[in-house]
């Protein structure tokens, strides 16, 4: 597969891309709507446009002086009378007007500020405070003549602002609020789905319990977090391939030890039998010594091959474990009286502190006598020049203890006997098949191991 991303399908573009179009909607969409408002209001006018009557200045000054123009020698009864037809044409206009000695007449509507009796001061007042402001006003003398007064016409500048498109501050927060609502909808909707692939990314890392690891993912689309899915699925591949060869190389070396080990116990067998064969004989001291050097060597390469074959089952789980209620102060006895005599002629001091009260675990027997064995062994081969061995089982009631001590260097100093460590191996994986808990602690002063149960109650007392 391709390692490199089309542009069209990185996830920087795309994102980029949405930036962009909400930056340039903003100055399409406001003469977009303004059209569309405009043409819904000429649907509901039956296609006319909507004419603000108020919207131009100079047509309601020219029309208000046209107006006034026509009163000349008229009466005051028809001046009111056509006022009244200009207020029903122009609703939201303020209509007065002022006779030739200076009085109010009728006002459409009433406007208590304005004075019932107008002079100079009064008129120069009020025109300065209409000219340009607001309301707007248009002033006009009754038939052009400014000794038969004037007429007044005032309307509210807000009225005289045309919107063609019907368009308004309300419609442009409306507009505003959807584009940015769309604009957050779809970057969250962008990103939800981003994390929704980070999150199924993250759970197929997680390993499965079939082999202990994770499952290749499928490749949904070639982007960004695509490249790292196919990453991960090589890696997988890779680690998958790996373990494969390990489990292989593993097996092979398990058979050959398991082969090699059948296979020498066959002539030590013979060895040893010609040993004793031997030791009949009429032998010079040194011959004797050399037998007794053989004898001893054949049986440390027998115990290497049981730790060998011992270790190969175990690593396997095909060693046969029988977990039952055992005397433990018993086992001990015998694993420790079979070795008495060794420990005797190696000159060791002996310490073994039994309690009278019976203590029983659920363990194998057998197991338990093989650790036994290579603790001791291993005292005897690497801490004989400390001659002394101590065993004891400590506490009592649910929480007790086999502890094994020696004045030894310590498992950390040189020893002339020192192997692969296979018994202590061993110990390990039997202790842990076994749910028991051994430690050690050692220094130069000598080396004490501690074996105990880990579950609460795995024994009876």
């Known amino acids: 597969m391709n390692s490199r991303i089309p542009l069209r399908k990185s996830l920087l573009i795309r994102y980029l891309t949405l930036v962009f179009v909400a930056l340039m909607i903003w100055p399409i969409i406001f003469p977009l709507t303004s059209t569309i408002l405009y043409y819904v209001s000429l649907l509901q006018n039956g296609g006319e446009p909507v004419e603000n009557r108020y919207a131009v200045a100079a047509n309601l000054e020219e029309r208000w002086h046209q107006e006034a123009a026509q009163f000349k020698q008229a009466d005051r009864a028809a001046i009111e009378q056509r006022l009244h037809e200009l207020k029903k044409e122009y609703p939201e206009a303020k209509l007065f007007w002022v006779d030739n000695s200076g009085t109010t007449r009728l006002q459409l509507p009433v406007q208590p ?20 402001g607001d309301p707007f006003t248009v002033v006009a003398f009754i ?47 962008f990103f939800y789905r981003l994390r929704g692939r980070l999150v199924r990314l993250g759970k197929a890392m997680v390993p499965d319990n079939t082999n202990g690891l994770p499952s ?51 002539p030590l067998t013979t060895i040893r039998g010609h040993a004793h064969s031997l030791q009949r004989e009429p032998l010079s001291e040194q011959g004797q010594q050399s ?15 049981d730790n060998l074959l011992a270790y190969t089952l175990l690593s396997a789980h095909k060693y046969s474990l029988k977990m039952e209620a055992t005397d433990m102060l018993r086992l001990v006895r015998t694993s420790a009286a079979s070795w008495y005599p060794i420990w005797e002629k190696e000159g060791f001091e002996i310490h073994i502190e039994l309690p009278e ?23 005897v081969r690497h801490a004989a020049e400390g001659r002394y061995i101590g065993i004891a089982i400590h506490g009592h009631g649910e929480k007790t203890a086999i ?8 498992m950390s100093a040189a020893s002339t006997s020192k192997g692969v460590g296979l018994g202590l ?37």
């Open 113 to 132: 500020s304005l004075p019932a009796q107008w002079n100079a001061g009064d008129a120069i007042t009020f025109m300065k405070k209409s000219y340009d």
């Open 143 to 189: 038939g052009q003549d400014p000794k038969q007064g004037f007429m007044v016409m005032q309307i509210a500048r807000n009225l005289m602002v045309t919107d063609r498109a019907g368009y308004s501050t309300t419609h442009a927060l409306i507009v505003i609020t959807l584009v940015f609502g769309l604009f957050t909808v779809a970057s969250w909707w």
């Open 216 to 266: 290749p993912i499928e490749i949904t689309k070639w982007d960004e977090i695509g490249q790292l899915e196919h990453t991960f699925n090589q890696m997988i591949k890779q680690l998958t391939s790996s373990r494969q060869r390990e489990q292989e190389e593993e097996t092979l070396r398990k058979e050959l030890i398991a082969n090699l080990s059948h296979d020498l116990r066959t």
């Open 291 to 305: 037998l007794v050097l053989i004898d001893k060597k054949v049986n440390d390469l027998g115990q290497l091959v």
């Open 357 to 379: 009260q019976p203590v029983t675990w659920r363990v194998d027997s057998q197991w338990m006598t093989r650790i036994l064995d290579n603790l001791f062994q291993n005292i």
């Open 403 to 410: 502890v094994i001590e020696d004045h030894g260097p310590g």
């Open 425 to 461: 191996t061993i110990v390990e994986l039997m202790t842990a098949e076994m749910q028991l808990q051994w430690e050690v602690t050692s220094s130069s002063e000598g080396t004490r191991m501690r074996i105990e149960p880990m579950k609460a109650k795995p024994y009876v007392t």
